[in-house]
């Protein structure tokens, strides 16, 4: 079965340093997401991406952070200047379009550590 | 604003038995999707089961059933036969029909504890 993959599963980065968290999604999917999981809490919705531009994004998307789809696979999170708050687990998510009720899948996590 | 509540914290059942994860949500859309996904200790998101709610049958996926009750905008999740294999962090999650591209909005989980 198809797979949304994200690299890298966990990293350790200096507070204040650049983070890029990378997902490929699954092809032919046509909208993809970032979603963030701080440890114990709920998930929650960062971005979503489609036709090559930002469609929606939350509050918690600020100026820190960026998508970006470089090559038509690979889709990047960009976190700048990271924070101690920013330590948690970034989800990817990709959908096939054609429908709202068709599944969302999700990457298998990249766990971000800030010290 | 969407808004899904996850009352239950944890939850706990015997293998075999049955158990019932509860959701609630908040919505003035007519048109949405509802979703249960669980979290294994691996983290990953898997998805459980779907239910569009303009159906008014409970989707029901092997020993997992919804009970979806539209007025109440009560959305339960129930586990037969529970499995080792079962416990895991559960989210429910609520998608509006309005657009292709819409987030899910998830609550808060409940961890499911399975004893042997």
């Known amino acids: 079965e198809p797979e949304v993959t994200q690299t890298p599963s966990h990293q350790v980065t200096q507070m204040g340093q650049e983070v890029i968290l990378r997902c490929v999604p699954i092809s032919n999917h046509l909208y993809f997401y970032w979603y963030r999981q701080i440890l114990g809490q709920k998930v929650e919705f960062l971005v979503s991406?489609?036709?090559?531009?930002?469609?929606?994004k939350s509050e918690i998307f600020d100026d820190q952070f960026s998508v970006e789809r470089p090559d038509g696979s690979n889709f990047t999170l960009k976190i700048r200047s990271t924070k101690l708050e920013d330590s948690a687990m970034y989800f990817c998510?990709?959908?096939?379009?054609?429908?709202?009720?068709?599944?969302?899948?999700f990457g298998e996590g990249s766990w971000l550590t800030v010290v | 604003a969407q808004t899904v509540t996850q009352s239950q914290p944890e939850m706990s059942v015997q293998e075999a038995e049955t158990v019932t994860l509860s959701c609630t949500y908040d919505?003035?859309?007519?048109?949405?999707?509802l979703f249960w996904y669980k979290q294994p200790p691996s983290r990953q998101m898997i998805l459980v089961i779907r239910?569009?709610?303009?159906?008014?049958q409970n989707a029901t996926e092997n020993r997992f059933s919804v009970n979806f009750q539209k007025a109440a905008k009560s959305f339960s999740l129930k586990i037969s036969d529970s499995q080792l294999g079962d416990a895991a962090m559960y989210f429910c999650a609520y998608r509006s029909g309005s657009k292709y591209g819409n987030k899910l909005v998830f609550g808060a989980g409940t961890i499911l504890r399975v004893k042997s």
């Open positions: 239910q569009e709610a303009y159906k008014q």
């Open positions: 919505t003035s859309e007519s048109d949405y999707y």
């Open positions: 998510a990709s959908h096939p379009g054609g429908g709202p009720g068709n599944t969302i899948y």
């Open positions: 991406f489609y036709n090559n531009e930002i469609s929606e």
